[in-house]
């Protein structure tokens, strides 16, 4: 288990940061961004579960995507290969992980009603909340595959994960507004009462 006892170390006030292993990086470096932008999406999905205490189903999932997001960001955290006689394996997102959000995403758009647009975020607090996260989990995402075409050793299934989190957040955004049948829509060109000057 990590013990924190200290919150400040001071070692970060040069503009740099340690990770699990290798040389300080400065804090602008993009693998910090990459896990940055993935604790951010994790902040996000905590504020969308403050709206989620009438779904314990859809809360109980939120909770435990907060988990592997830790689980994704210690895996940015830790670059490079372990040593072969490493006491402690580096924690690494596992395709069972994605694998259970796939499942997830198939279960809850079987009960959606089919989209005839593209969805405007809002709705409700929490469909508005889990936009919010859907739309930072995309940056985590690109941010990563940046971070991947950089630094090749990136595991591959940390992009996987994110790219389906996204989708489920999506997907959990619209069974937040009675299963897609109060979706807002977008209606393109539609300006209501502005007046072509």
Request: charged share 25%; hydrophobic share 35%.
């Amino acid at each position: 288990m990590v013990k924190l006892n200290r919150i400040y170390t001071k070692t970060g006030d040069d503009g740099t940061t340690g990770l699990v292993r290798g040389p300080r990086r400065p804090k602008y470096d993009l693998r910090v961004e990459a896990y940055g932008t993935i604790d951010e999406a994790n902040a996000c999905i905590g504020m969308a579960r403050l709206h989620s205490t009438n779904q314990p189903k859809i809360d109980k999932l939120l909770s435990r995507v907060q988990n592997d997001l830790f689980d994704v960001g210690s895996d940015l955290a830790t670059p490079g290969a372990d040593e072969a006689d490493a006491q402690y394996p580096s924690l690494r997102i596992r395709p069972v992980q994605t694998e259970a959000l796939e499942k997830q995403i198939d279960i809850y758009n079987e009960t959606l009603t089919p989209l005839t647009s593209f969805v405007l975020p809002g709705g409700s607090p929490l469909s508005a909340a889990l936009h919010v996260a859907r739309t930072v989990t995309r940056r985590a995402e690109r941010i990563t595959v940046e971070l991947a075409a950089a630094e090749p050793d990136t595991n591959p299934e940390a992009v996987r994960y994110l790219n389906r989190l996204s989708d489920l957040l999506f997907v959990l955004s619209r069974v937040a507004i009675a299963n897609g049948t109060k979706d807002v829509l977008w209606v393109p060109g539609n300006n209501g009462d502005v007046k072509k000057g």
